[in-house]
């Protein structure tokens, strides 16, 4: 890093970086090149060497790549309330898709923020006396426009559609509630909304049949936007994907998978062969994951849907009755689950805090209480905010979906305070650039950094952004592609990547090696950005 002498020559470009090799973001073969930035834009790539730039970045045997790109995350609060969420920013990440698995903070009304934001305190970590009032998606996407230093896209999340014209049960969503359910779609679309997400395991939106959101998807197919789901993972894998695409067909939109991969050996594979022989010839189609196996969410994931049927203030005591027990006992059953292999990752309160980190297993063998009963003992006590890690499964059984030429980057990350999290919220990035590349040789690093920027930003509809071209803005990362590494593990996860030196949002210089730089204006460099379909 360094900056020129203005006294003896005015500079060419405010940022100048200088010597390095251009990965373009578009699957191109890489180049040398140097990159003049002028305010939020990439005014000039090529042989720059007597050029000065009022900010200069030395990336003589680094890469210059786009900016990344994180399409499913569960940042939507630290967003609102960290200016610069290091623990994204350090891995290259300048723009969030934000309000994944059709859960979130907006948009609500006077009687669902309560509950949005109690139902959510162990995913996005927003504290009620937060709220400041916003109720439209738009307003809340306003909230964080020159907030914060990355940018930032959002959904339509449809369980708070859904919750607020219908409330929070297993009841049908009636003609006068759809045309209401409707109404917001297209205001979320007008707005600037990607499309709809769903999470059809999560709160209220489980109780959503096929014929429901295929009329909520053809309230945003003149917008072109995108569907983009968790799936019906509960019902396993292959009906789960086989209902997003009968959705997609019906409604004429595109869709999107949230987060798949298989939970057995070759679970995968099937699902790949499937998408390739059949479900890519029906619709549009593409998907993300994060480069690990094992999940993370919250506990109360686990429990029966008609917890929350009254809305999750009133799940605890729901949890109370002996019914409710005995199902919820039937339910770990039917799962198969080995809670010797869940961790607890965080609880909201200073009573557990120390079984952050124990398994399930230890947890319950210390209550001294059948699993059922000690699983919601500690719901109860936390309020039901209690986050898990699932440490199940090979790492390298995701390997095919992260090669596939339909797959982009999710992180699904999910951070927390202190929290024993998913070491993904810390090391997505770095792991596809780093040893995916190097160690197990997946693909090209022309590739890895394609799936992490250029093919994301054409998806979702991201004009002018994450492809490293004259006229674009200037969101770039520079990394050193010999050392880039992920050191977040599953027993210390809050450990940044290394190997990652610069980061910039909109031509400002937000990061350098994992230490945020300082802004030096009232209004931050990320902005809201508005989905403009191809």
Same mark, same amino acid.
């Given at each position: 890093?360094?900056?020129?002498?203005?006294?003896?020559?005015?500079?060419?470009?405010?940022?100048?970086?200088?010597?390095?090799?251009?990965?373009?973001?578009?699957?191109?073969?890489?180049?040398?090149?140097?990159?003049? *930035?002028?305010?939020?834009? *990439?005014?000039?790539?090529?042989?720059?060497?007597?050029?000065?730039?009022?900010?200069?970045?030395?990336?003589?045997?680094?890469?210059?790549?786009?900016?990344?790109?994180?399409?499913?995350?569960?940042?939507?609060?630290?967003?609102?309330?960290?200016?610069?969420?290091?623990?994204?920013?350090?891995?290259?990440?300048?723009?969030?898709?934000?309000?994944?698995?059709?859960?979130?903070?907006?948009?609500?009304?006077?009687?669902?923020?309560?509950?949005?934001?109690?139902?959510?305190?162990?995913?996005?970590?927003?504290?009620?006396?937060?709220?400041?009032?916003?109720?439209?998606?738009?307003?809340?996407?306003?909230?964080?426009?020159?907030?914060?230093?990355?940018?930032?896209?959002?959904? *339509?999340?449809?369980?708070?559609?859904?919750?607020?014209?219908?409330?929070?049960?297993?009841?049908?969503?009636?003609?006068?509630?759809?045309?209401?359910?409707?109404?917001?779609?297209?205001?979320?679309?007008?707005?600037?909304?990607?499309?709809?997400?769903?999470?059809?395991?999560?709160?209220?939106?489980?109780?959503?049949?096929?014929?429901?959101?295929?009329?909520?998807?053809?309230?945003?197919?003149?917008?072109?936007?995108?569907?983009?789901?968790?799936?019906?993972?509960?019902?396993?894998?292959?009906?789960?994907?086989?209902?997003?695409?009968?959705?997609?067909?019906?409604?004429?939109?595109?869709?999107?998978?949230?987060? $798949?991969?298989?939970?057995?050996?070759?679970?995968?594979?099937?699902?790949?062969?499937?998408?390739?022989?059949?479900?890519?010839?029906?619709?549009?189609?593409?998907?993300?994951?994060?480069?690990?196996?094992?999940?993370?969410?919250?506990?109360?994931?686990?429990?029966?849907?008609?917890?929350?049927?009254?809305?999750?203030?009133?799940?605890?005591?729901?949890?109370?009755?002996?019914?409710?027990?005995?199902?919820?006992?039937?339910?770990?059953?039917?799962?198969?689950?080995?809670?010797?292999?869940?961790? *607890?990752?965080?609880?909201?309160?200073?009573?557990?805090?120390?079984?952050?980190?124990? $398994?399930?297993?230890?947890?319950?063998?210390?209550?001294?209480?059948?699993?059922?009963?000690?699983?919601?003992?500690?719901?109860?006590?936390?309020?039901?905010?209690?986050?898990?890690?699932?440490?199940?499964?090979?790492?390298?059984?995701?390997?095919?979906?992260?090669?596939?030429?339909?797959?982009? $980057?999710?992180?699904?990350?999910?951070?927390?305070?202190?929290?024993?999290?998913?070491?993904?919220?810390?090391?997505?990035?770095?792991?596809?650039?780093?040893?995916?590349?190097?160690?197990?040789?997946?693909?090209?690093?022309?590739?890895?950094?394609?799936?992490?920027?250029?093919?994301?930003?054409?998806?979702?509809?991201?004009?002018?952004?994450?492809?490293?071209?004259?006229?674009?803005?200037?969101?770039?990362?520079?990394?050193?592609?010999?050392?880039?590494?992920?050191?977040?593990?599953?027993?210390?996860?809050?450990?940044?990547?290394?190997?990652?030196?610069?980061?910039?949002?909109?031509?400002?210089?937000?990061?350098?090696?994992?230490?945020?730089?300082?802004?030096?204006?009232?209004?931050?460099?990320?902005?809201?950005?508005?989905?403009?379909?191809?």
């Amino acid at each position: 890093m360094s900056s020129s002498d203005s006294s003896s020559t005015t500079p060419e470009f405010d940022v100048l970086i200088k010597g390095g090799t251009v990965i373009d973001g578009t699957r191109a073969p890489r180049v040398t090149a140097d990159v003049g *930035i002028k305010g939020d834009q *990439i005014v000039a790539l090529g042989d720059l060497s007597s050029a000065k730039g009022a900010f200069e970045i030395d990336a003589t045997g680094k890469i210059v790549a786009p900016g990344f790109v994180d399409v499913h995350n569960h940042s939507d609060s630290w967003l609102l309330n960290t200016p610069n969420f290091l623990s994204k920013t350090s891995q290259g990440f300048t723009t969030e898709v934000i309000m994944a698995d059709g859960i979130s903070y907006a948009p609500v009304d006077r009687c669902t923020a309560a509950d949005w934001i109690y139902y959510l305190q162990s995913l996005d970590g927003l504290y009620p006396e937060e709220y400041t009032g916003w109720e439209s998606l738009e307003d809340y996407m306003n909230l964080l426009d020159g907030r914060n230093v990355q940018n930032v896209m959002t959904h *339509i999340p449809y369980a708070n559609l859904r919750s607020m014209h219908c409330g929070f049960g297993r009841q049908r969503v009636d003609d006068f509630q759809m045309k209401l359910i409707c109404s917001e779609v297209r205001k979320g679309m007008e707005a600037g909304a990607v499309g709809i997400s769903t999470g059809l395991d999560y709160v209220a939106q489980c109780f959503s049949p096929t014929d429901e959101l295929v009329e909520a998807c053809q309230a945003m197919a003149e917008y072109d936007g995108l569907y983009v789901s968790h799936i019906r993972y509960k019902k396993t894998l292959m009906p789960a994907i086989e209902e997003l695409v009968e959705i997609g067909k019906r409604a004429g939109v595109k869709v999107h998978i949230s987060h $798949m991969k298989g939970q057995h050996p070759g679970q995968a594979e099937e699902a790949l062969e499937y998408i390739d022989k059949v479900a890519r010839h029906e619709v549009d189609i593409s998907f993300d994951v994060y480069p690990y196996q094992p999940g993370s969410t919250m506990l109360h994931f686990l429990l029966p849907y008609e917890v929350f049927e009254e809305g999750p203030r009133k799940a605890v005591e729901k949890l109370k009755q002996p019914e409710m027990q005995q199902r919820f006992k039937y339910g770990l059953e039917n799962y198969l689950l080995d809670i010797s292999a869940i961790q *607890i990752a965080w609880v909201l309160t200073e009573k557990n805090k120390q079984h952050q980190g124990k $398994m399930l297993s230890q947890y319950v063998e210390e209550t001294g209480l059948p699993k059922e009963e000690a699983l919601i003992k500690l719901l109860i006590e936390e309020e039901m905010a209690v986050l898990l890690v699932f440490n199940m499964g090979d790492d390298r059984l995701v390997d095919p979906v992260l090669q596939h030429d339909l797959y982009m $980057m999710g992180t699904d990350g999910i951070y927390m305070d202190g929290g024993v999290i998913h070491p993904r919220q810390f090391g997505s990035a770095a792991r596809i650039l780093g040893p995916c590349v190097r160690d197990h040789k997946l693909f090209s690093l022309e590739d890895a950094v394609y799936k992490l920027s250029g093919c994301a930003a054409q998806r979702f509809g991201m004009e002018k952004r994450s492809i490293l071209k004259q006229g674009n803005y200037a969101d770039i990362v520079v990394f050193n592609p010999e050392t880039v590494q992920d050191n977040a593990t599953y027993s210390d996860p809050q450990q940044y990547s290394t190997g990652i030196e610069y980061v910039l949002t909109n031509g400002v210089p937000i990061v350098h090696n994992n230490q945020p730089l300082d802004v030096n204006s009232e209004t931050l460099p990320g902005r809201y950005v508005r989905y403009q379909p191809r």
